[in-house]
Each structure stands twice: as structure tokens, then as C-alpha cells.
């Protein structure tokens, strides 16, 4: 049974701030792929793959895509499939199609069906263009500024061409298997429509990884995504650099709590809630990105204890290299 020694408090809280490796490596070894099937959990695949704007390939049976506004979004299904929307769709081939975004912000359904009834259903997300933020502010939300020269150069931290437009009925809904568009929210305070980027790549990540924990033994139907998107002003406010992750939304800080106490869970089974977890949880994440599989999810991955606001947690992005940080 998981416990925390209040009266030893001071003494974890001493342990929390020094970095902490699994105790053997051995056991985080990548599962078999012939002993992959996990009781109970379901990884959410359609059978079949979509590629969406000739850039992402998903097979889940339900994704998201970003839009701008009258974009025309190619899709290529990896078998013969039957489209439909309820505008703007032309059907190619039996396996392609073009979906043309209307030319107002909203939230669209792209379904496509395979042979055998299997199904994807695709949430298109038309953006409001970034172009519409006065003086920082976005229809009424502060956004703050995003940095004009982009980090190291890269496509990737270019400001973003414009954000999702999410009112309270679209919180819950979901943009892959077990995920929502509510997780990934920022903090910060506002009005009852916030604004959001939830890149792609970064939910293809996580639905990977989660499949990855369960199969190894660690059995969730999904992390807690503890800091999702953050405006510039807000992550500014809380004093992290101005080309973090989070402002793009390419980066999620996540645990896993399956009993709904707040806390990272016991990973590594020393019966203790501390950092040691969330090390764990890093160490095996490190090993899965050495893999040849996991090249296009190379990104950034951090390791951090307990403060007086939250529990250790991991920070895992989509920024294209390989960064490391937390560890001395």
C-alpha cells in the first residue's frame, strides 16, 4: 500500500530535491512486442492509418488536426475507406480525399470508415487566426508575445499561425483515445472561451508512451497532464524561458495516478511517493527513445521533484532533438 510519512516530512522533502535514478535498469527494459496485450487496457487503434496535410500519420480512432482557416487539408487512408463531413469534402480515390476548412474559427468532424466498418473520427479544429491578437489579447484572452527569431533556428518555434477556440462544451471532448482538449488547457485565468495549441506530434507521443507504460506494467488508461499549454504571458509569470515547449503546444508535464490522490504513483515499489517515481518513469521513457521506432518523437524530457504546489512529475515534448534536464 502506497504511503507518505507525514512526520518525516522534512527528511523526503530533502530526498525530493536530489536526482534520483531507478534503482535497476534491467527492469525498464522495452517490452516484447509478442506480449504486448495488456488486461483491460485498449489502446485505441483503428486498424487502419490516415495521413492528414501529408504530414501526420495517425491510426487512432479518434485524432485532431489543426486547420487555418480555408486550408485545404489533404488525407490518404492506408486502405480503401469512405469519407464524409458535413461540408467541404471532395473524395479523391478510395483512399484519398481533400477536406476544405470553412473560413471561420470552429470545431469540424472528418469521419472515415474502412471496409470492415472500422472508424476514425477526426476532429478538425479551424483556428482563429494569431493575426486577430491586439496589443497581446485575443478576443478578450491575454495571450501575450511569442519571441520573432525562432530557437536554434527551427520551423518548430515559429509563432504559432493561430490558436484553437475552445468554449466550455468542447473541454471534454476528446483528441485521441484518452486524451481531451480540456487537459491541455492553460491555467491561467479568464473568460469562458480560452485559447490553445495542442500540436499534433505531442499527442501521437503521448498515446505512444501510455501504450508503452501498460505494457510494461504500469496499468493507466491515461497520465495527468499537469501543465499543458501555457500562453507566453502566463509562462513568463511563472518564470520559465520564453521558448519553453509549453507556450507552442508541443509539451506536457504528466504523471501517472491511478488511485486519484494527486500524486505520482509508487512506479518503482519501495512503498514511498517521492522522486524516485517520477525517475522511474523518466528512466523508462529515456530507454524508449533510444529505439529505432521512436525516432520521430525524439524531443525534450525533464525530471522533477515535489514543491509545496505539486507532486515529481516528467516533462516529455516534440521539439524534433533529444534534450536531457533534471538529473546532475
Known sequence: MKMIQLATLGLALTALSL??????MSELAPPDPAT???????AGR??????INEAIEADYRTFATLVMPGEQVPLSASTAVRYSAEAGLQTLSSTDAVWQAPDTPGHHVIEIRDMAGN?????AFVLRPASEIEAGVLQGYAIGQYPQEPYRG?????????????????????VSPHFTLGQFLCKQEGGPVRYAIVRERLLLKLERLLEEVNAHGWRTDGFVVMSGYRTPVYNAGIG????????????????????NDGIMDDLNGDGVLDRR???????????????????DFHGGLGEYGSTSAHGPFVHVDERGWNARWGRS
Open 19 to 24: 536526482p534520483a535514478r531507478a534503482a535497476d
Open 36 to 42: 504486448r496485450a495488456v488486461s483491460g487496457y485498449d
Open 46 to 51: 483503428a486498424g487502419f492509418s490516415v495521413l
Open 119 to 123: 472508424l476514425i473520427r477526426l476532429n
Open 154 to 174: 527551427q520551423d518548430a518555434y515559429l509563432p504559432p499561425e493561430g490558436f484553437i477556440e475552445v468554449p466550455p462544451e468542447l473541454r471534454d471532448l476528446p
Open 240 to 259: 520559465n524561458g520564453r521558448y519553453s515547449r509549453h507556450v507552442y503546444g508541443g509539451a506536457a508535464d504528466i504523471y501517472i495516478d491511478e488511485d
Open 277 to 295: 517515481d517520477a525517475a522511474a518513469l523518466y528512466d523508462f521513457i529515456d530507454r524508449i527513445l533510444e529505439r529505432p521506432d521512436w525516432t
